[in-house]
T-cell receptor
Framework: AQSVAQPEDQVNVAEGNPLTVKCTYS??????LFWYVQYPNRGLQFLLK??????LVKGSYGFEAEFNKSQTSFHLKKPSALVSDSALYFC?????????????FGGGTRLMVKP | DGGITQSPKYLFRKEGQNVTLSCEQN?????MYWYRQDPGQGLRLIYY???????QKGDIAEGYSVSREKKESFPLTVTSAQKNPTAFYLC??????????????FGPGTRLTVL
């Protein structure tokens, strides 16, 4: 079965420090991976995606993610966290079935950035 | 939240009532999706539609129904058969469901509470 896992329910970081939100995946074939962010009572906003090419993917709001095939990981990173980055982050993988292809989401990681 | 609107933002339902959640998109996307989000959990797929007049069940379709009579509209009905409908409901769309490259765009969500 194709899936993603976000091993941390919450990540705490001080403003100005680097942040990492972890994601590991399990897929058969090539992985197509996505990160989304959700602010309270809002929909999900797309941050970045990995389809192929460079292992370091740059996205919105200064975020980037590193694809590591050997470790089956796609961790989200930012060099310097802002208080406004506090939100719920979801990793997702595209899965394939006879009807097309869908996204399967991880359980989410809440990022808390403290001043 | 892109060009996807959901209404209402908050909805209260009495037990035994059916309610319909609206989702409209002006992005000219072929594919549309409905997800359910519960506290501390990721998104679970309820129904999806790849094209007008066609839709398929997702992982948790029981107690829900949809229609896709127009490209821009994908309403979700929560029926009385859904035993635990209190949740945050998210609608999404993508250019097609068949392309691996296309991310999904999300609406702002509807929070449904059963009284």
């Amino acid at each position: 079965a194709q899936s993603v896992a976000q091993p941390e329910d919450q990540v705490n970081v001080a403003e100005g420090n680097p942040l990492t939100v972890k994601c590991t995946y399990s897929v058969s074939g090539n992985p197509y991976l996505f990160w989304y962010v959700q602010y309270p009572n809002r929909g999900l906003q797309f941050l970045l995606k990995y389809i192929t090419g460079d292992n370091l993917v740059k996205g919105s709001y200064g975020f980037e993610a590193e694809f590591n095939k050997s470790q089956t990981s796609f961790h989200l990173k930012k060099p310097s966290a802002l208080v406004s980055d506090s939100a719920l982050y979801f990793c997702a993988v595209r899965v394939f079935n006879n009807a097309g292809n869908m996204l399967t989401f991880g359980g989410g990681t809440r990022l808390m950035v403290k001043p | 939240d892109g060009g996807i609107t959901q209404s209402p933002k908050y909805l209260f339902r009495k037990e035994g009532q059916n309610v319909t959640l609206s989702c409209e998109q002006n992005l000219n996307h072929d594919a549309m999706y409905w997800y359910r989000q519960d506290p501390g959990q990721g998104l679970r797929l309820i129904y999806y539609s790849q094209i007008v007049n066609d839709f398929q069940k997702g992982d948790i379709a029981e107690g829900y129904s949809v229609s896709r009579e127009k490209k821009e509209s994908f309403p979700l009905t929560v029926t009385s058969a859904q035993k635990n409908p209190t949740a945050f409901y998210l609608c999404a769309s993508s250019i097609t469901s068949g392309s691996i490259y296309n991310e999904q765009f999300f609406g702002p969500g509807t929070r449904l509470t059963v009284l």
